[in-house]
């Protein structure tokens, strides 16, 4: 079951009026990489590319309960982010909840990191950590001016701590779909 939860999106209420042009390719992972747990476009520790749960489409990335970690990271084209302007990075989430194999972990974090054409990191990354939301596909956004410098943005999906529930075959997942990196419209104005 799909679910918007007006909630999680609080960071486009604070006056921004939307973003246009998402700079992730693949951002729902239909796109096969390298092999069939890889995804064209995304880098990886742990997790897979499953069809298990899906937001849009049919395929997301998916953490796996037995990790201890794991994250999913795609950095936008060269010379796609201005530094100054807004930029908002986000992902959908939705893990298993079943009582004898759910998914647990201490946190899980969406965050936007910044590099400069020489992929140095440059200015501070913006972040949000949250709870795995249960079974009920969430939207979790960030949202942060580029500094100076900057060439492109990374958006990362991180858990970590994870830990398989009593009694568990490990079989529990948290999922991750449809990613976006956007340039912020500002609010028009008036005279």
Same mark, same amino acid.
């Given at each position: 079951?799909?679910?918007?939860?007006?909630?999680?999106?609080?960071?486009?209420?604070?006056?921004?009026?939307?973003?246009?042009?998402?700079?992730?390719?693949?951002?729902?992972?239909?796109?096969?990489?390298?092999?069939?747990?890889?995804?064209?476009?995304?880098?990886?520790?742990?997790?897979?590319?499953?069809?298990?749960?899906?937001?849009?489409?049919?395929?997301?990335?998916?953490?796996?309960?037995?990790?201890?970690?794991?994250?999913?990271?795609q950095d936008s084209p060269p010379g796609?982010?201005?530094?100054?302007?807004?930029? &908002? #990075?986000? !992902?959908?989430?939705?893990?298993?909840?079943?009582? $004898?194999? /759910?998914?647990? *972990?201490? %946190?899980?974090?969406?965050?936007?990191?910044?590099?400069?054409?020489?992929?140095?990191?440059?200015?501070?990354?913006?972040?949000?950590?949250?709870?795995?939301?249960?079974?009920?596909?969430?939207?979790?956004?960030?949202?942060?001016?580029?500094?100076?410098?900057?060439?492109?943005?990374?958006? &990362? #999906?991180? !858990?970590?701590?994870?830990?398989?529930?009593?009694? $568990?075959? /490990?079989?529990? *997942?948290? %999922?991750?779909?449809?990613?976006?990196?956007?340039?912020?419209?500002?609010?028009?104005?008036?005279?």
């Amino acid at each position: 079951m799909k679910k918007f939860l007006s909630g999680s999106i609080l960071v486009f209420a604070l006056g921004v009026s939307g973003a246009m042009g998402n700079l992730l390719t693949n951002p729902g992972f239909e796109s096969q990489g390298a092999t069939s747990q890889d995804a064209t476009n995304w880098v990886h520790w742990g997790g897979s590319r499953e069809s298990w749960q899906a937001h849009d489409g049919s395929w997301s990335a998916t953490y796996h309960a037995y990790e201890s970690s794991a994250g999913w990271f795609q950095d936008s084209p060269p010379g796609s982010v201005t530094e100054g302007e807004e930029y &908002v #990075g986000g !992902a959908w989430f939705y893990n298993d909840l079943n009582a $004898s194999w /759910g998914y647990t *972990n201490a %946190f899980c974090q969406i965050k936007i990191e910044w590099y400069d054409a020489s992929t140095n990191a440059v200015g501070a990354p913006v972040s949000m950590n949250f709870t795995a939301p249960g079974e009920i596909w969430t939207y979790y956004a960030v949202t942060g001016m580029a500094p100076s410098g900057v060439s492109f943005g990374r958006v &990362v #999906g991180y !858990a970590s701590d994870s830990g398989i529930a009593q009694g $568990s075959s /490990g079989a529990g *997942n948290l %999922f991750m779909d449809t990613v976006s990196l956007n340039a912020v419209i500002p609010e028009p104005t008036t005279a």
